[in-house]
């Protein structure tokens, strides 16, 4: 089955600086990879997601990139805020999003005012 | 007017007791799944259901019993509650290919 590893644990960076978030995964037939965001006590919400034929997808402060060959894909955040401190969680699937969710161990992300 | 909604919030309950946990989503969605997450915060996927169809069935104790009445609910019931059932519990929907969105979650505590 699907294998999903997300790096770093945990991330600390300054208000206004950028944050990257990594993950691989192992299953070369996943097509789906969404990003969610969890608050602490609330529930995971998707943030942005990206399908396979897309290389590069950008909402705003944040993008995410996706390396089929590599089979990696990352998070991107710019102009850190400090409402952007959270649980992030990447996550893949297959038959775009149609089949279960295997998420990654999850970032969480400090921002430091 | 929450998309997906779960009852109950918090349960806190003794070894051995059995419980429901019931979960319904108003957004048409046609799948539907829950998802346990454990005191390291790890996600994963219990079951999943399709159209009142079981589809996803992880490898999950027997004790744990899925239930979807129609396509806007889906309850999970769980017999003789163990310590290490404590979690939270997600259940969340989707359209046909499209984001799966969590309900708030229903936080476990066996005693």
């Known amino acids: 089955g699907e294998n999903v590893e997300q790096h770093p644990s945990t991330l600390s960076v300054q208000e206004g600086d950028s944050a990257v978030i990594k993950c691989t995964y192992s299953?070369?037939?996943?097509?789906?990879f969404p990003w969610y965001k969890q608050e602490l006590g609330k529930r995971p919400q998707l943030i942005i997601d990206?399908?396979?034929?897309?290389g590069e997808k950008k909402d705003q402060r944040i993008a995410v990139t996706l390396n089929k060959t590599a089979k990696h894909f990352s998070l991107h955040i710019t102009e850190t805020q400090p409402e952007d401190s959270a649980v992030y969680f990447c996550?893949?699937?297959?038959?775009?999003?149609?089949?279960?969710?295997?998420f990654g161990t999850g970032t969480r992300l400090t921002i430091i005012p | 007017d929450t998309a997906v909604s779960q009852t109950p919030k918090y349960l806190v309950t003794q070894m051995g007791n059995d419980k429901s946990i019931k979960c319904e989503q108003n957004?048409?969605?046609?799948?539907m799944y829950w998802y346990k997450q454990d005191s390291k915060k790890f996600l994963k996927i219990m079951f999943s259901?399709?159209?009142?169809?079981?589809?996803i069935n992880e490898t999950v104790p027997n004790r744990f019993s899925p239930k979807s009445p129609d396509k806007a609910h889906l309850n999970l019931h769980i017999n003789s509650l163990e310590l290490g059932d404590s979690a939270v519990y997600f259940c969340?929907?989707?359209?046909?290919?499209?984001?799966?969105?969590f309900g708030p979650g229903t936080r476990l505590l066996v005693l």
């Open positions: 990206i399908r396979s034929n897309v």
């Open positions: 996550a893949a699937s297959t038959n775009f999003g149609n089949e279960k969710l295997t």
């Open positions: 299953d070369s037939a996943s097509n789906y």
């Open positions: 957004l048409g969605h046609d799948t």
């Open positions: 969340a929907s989707s359209h046909a290919g499209e984001t799966q969105y």
């Open positions: 259901y399709n159209n009142k169809e079981l589809i």
